[in-house]
């Protein structure tokens, strides 16, 4: 840190040597420490689904793939596993679509409440998912809708979507306006710029979300628990062997979902890293930008008259 | 022509220009509104109204009155579990606070140009199975889990020990382990907002890093964690996975009983009323947090 730089203070001196390499141990102990903490248990039950025992403990019985195997034989969890992908694959979609279009509105449009619209949205996001499902469950109940495929996807799209959405605003913040005005100016319609121009703007942040939406809505058990009906997703699925005495199968099963959960979402973290890197502004840029905004918000009246495309336009 | 202008500043909003600027906005911003309709306030009625309903043998009758809610606050059991899941929640996300915040304070401050790669790895455990995470405390405490074969290995114990599963603990440690990630995002963002040379005029004033720390940084990023700390007390005061999982019965916490109501005991108002409880209480700690913690400088 700083202190360490030109300005030396009497107090800093004082301290000894042995015992700042002690202050820096022990700042390693713990860091490595909470690291351990957090990723000993996946580790764990990735060991454990190679395991050759039925028994889960130490020392290790043995390396074998008969847990995988086992998990492809049995019908009831390959529906489960494949149920799942369903409700995924459709809630993301349907989340990918309104996602978009409600960052869109909240990106362009200026009205009074919009916050408060944010954060409604953003509530089923927050909410515990014992909240989500129940509540969603009276709603449909009291709708006279049956639970099973449409109530789990709507659980799911309930908090994908504003997932999808905050990612797609943290873009569109810094996306140029001027390019959508350059393609209006051109002659394209709303939805010919939409397509050619907006949309490929948002496009690698969009499929990070929907990256990200889908091992959500693989992994979700809290609200799918109160909204499947009679055919279980996966997590519900395990939940059930879990609770009756289980198989180390299970553990092959969370190794392989996890393990497609972290490559999905390192897809998305290397999209989402190399697209911001790509469209941040320079500072002069950003600058310039945000006068050109504030110009055009102050004064539209005067930029009336100078504007090339409302010529066009209005002609 | 104010139509064309209000296109060319905002092309995908465009509309006829016969339509009045404000009706416009308005069918515009409308399938949010019914999309929060029905996807969020609805529910929530809902969930409300069938907490003022009475339970008559797993049917519903649309009587209104406040029974739900006074027999379960008579109710020992109700009591006890309010008070245990209010412990537990706050014991744990504590645990996660005074966890995650030193953390982010060291990633940000010493970990340099790896500081980003090092919060994503605290971040991505979030998306690894919640019922995976859980699940494998059961195999690291468990009777015959790792935990005790490791020390029976080195000789500490020489039978198992059934102490470390099923019990108020083990769900505190499962929650802390669920909640770190929440306050360290909220902590690591509100900590990296502070520009570097905030850390540097401080110390050209002669104060020690401690100093800087309590005097600057603190200040500047307590309503952060205080965020953090909100969002894991919500999530880890609803959870039932992790008492079913981990708990036992001296772990059982309130949703617990949600699930049951909703379940076999087929007692949908007495879930619903639970619910809103959990909502409330949700809703009050929000609220204390946000009156107590009001940014006093604004960073820019």
């Known amino acids: 840190m700083a202190a360490e730089g030109a300005v030396r203070m009497p107090r800093r001196r004082r301290e000894s040597k042995a015992l700042k390499y002690v202050v820096v141990a022990l700042i390693a102990v713990f860091v490595v420490a909470v690291y351990v903490f957090l990723y000993a248990p996946m580790i764990i039950t990735a060991l454990f689904s190679v395991n050759d025992s039925k028994i889960q403990t130490l020392p290790f019985a043995g390396f074998t793939f008969k847990w995988f195997t086992a998990l492809f034989n049995d019908g009831p969890m390959k529906t489960a596993i494949f149920y799942s992908l369903k409700v995924a694959a459709v809630a993301v979609f349907v989340s990918a679509c309104v996602g978009l279009a409600f960052a869109l509105m909240i990106d362009r449009l200026k009205i009074r409440g919009k916050a408060v619209i944010q954060a409604l949205l953003a509530a089923p996001l927050v909410a515990p998912g014992l909240v989500l499902g129940i509540s969603l469950l009276v709603n449909f109940h009291t709708a006279k809708i049956e639970p099973g495929f449409f109530t789990i996807v709507a659980g799911h799209v309930s908090f994908i979507t504003p997932l999808i959405m905050f990612i797609l605003l943290q873009r569109l913040k810094t996306a140029d306006p001027s390019l959508e005005q350059a393609s209006m100016d051109c002659g394209a319609g709303p939805l010919r710029t939409f397509w050619h121009v907006t949309l490929p703007g948002v496009r690698v942040p969009l499929i990070a979300g929907c990256l990200l939406g889908f091992t959500l809505s693989m992994d979700e058990i809290a609200s799918t628990f109160f909204l499947a009906g009679t055919q279980p997703t996966l997590p519900v699925y395990v939940w059930g062997l879990l609770r009756f005495g289980f198989t180390p199968e299970v553990n092959a099963a969370f190794t392989l979902i996890a393990g497609g959960s972290l490559l999905l979402i390192g897809i998305a973290g290397v999209l989402l890293f190399f697209s911001a890197r790509r469209n941040r502004l320079p500072e002069e840029t950003k600058a310039s930008r945000w006068r050109r905004r504030g110009a055009g918000r102050r004064s539209a009246g005067r930029e009336r008259e100078v504007a090339p495309n409302s010529i066009a336009q209005g002609a | ?300």
């Open chain 2, 1 to 300: 022509m104010a139509a064309a202008v209000g296109r060319r500043l905002e092309p995908i909003t465009a509309l006829p220009r016969r339509i009045p600027s404000s009706i416009k906005k308005f069918l515009i911003v409308s399938p949010a509104l019914l999309w929060i309709l029905a996807l969020v306030i609805l529910p929530n009625v809902f969930l409300i109204s069938y907490s003022l309903w009475k339970n008559e043998l797993g049917s519903v009758a649309h009587v209104w009155n406040f029974n739900n809610y006074s027999e379960l606050f008579a109710s020992d059991v109700f009591i006890t579990l309010l008070k245990r899941t209010l412990m537990i929640a706050l014991v744990s996300t504590a645990c996660a606070t005074l966890i995650a915040y030193p953390l982010a304070y060291i990633v940000v401050t010493k970990f340099g140009r790896y500081k980003t790669l090092a919060a994503l790895l605290i971040i991505i455990p979030l998306w690894v199975s919640y019922l995976m995470r859980i699940f494998a405390w059961k195999i690291i405490l468990g009777e015959r889990g790792v935990l005790n074969g490791f020390l029976e290995s080195i000789g500490l114990i020489n039978k198992p020990s059934t102490a470390f599963l099923y019990s108020t603990t083990t769900v505190i440690v499962a929650l802390t382990y669920v909640a770190i990630p929440y306050v360290f995002l909220s902590s690591y963002t509100s900590l990296d907002r502070v520009p570097k040379h905030y850390y540097e005029a401080s110390a050209d004033c002669g104060a020690s890093a401690w100093r800087t720390f309590r005097h600057v940084i603190w200040p500047l990023t307590r309503p952060g964690v205080a965020v953090g700390f909100a969002i894991g007390f919500v999530l880890t005061f609803g959870d039932y996975v992790t008492p079913a999982m981990v708990g036992g019965l001296s772990g059982t916490m309130l949703g617990s009983i949600v699930l049951q109501s909703f379940g076999t005991a087929d007692n949908w108002p007495q879930g619903a009323a639970i619910g809103v409880t959990i909502i409330a209480a949700g809703l009050l700690v929000l609220a204390l947090i946000s009156f107590f913690t009001r940014l006093e400088a604004e960073i820019d």
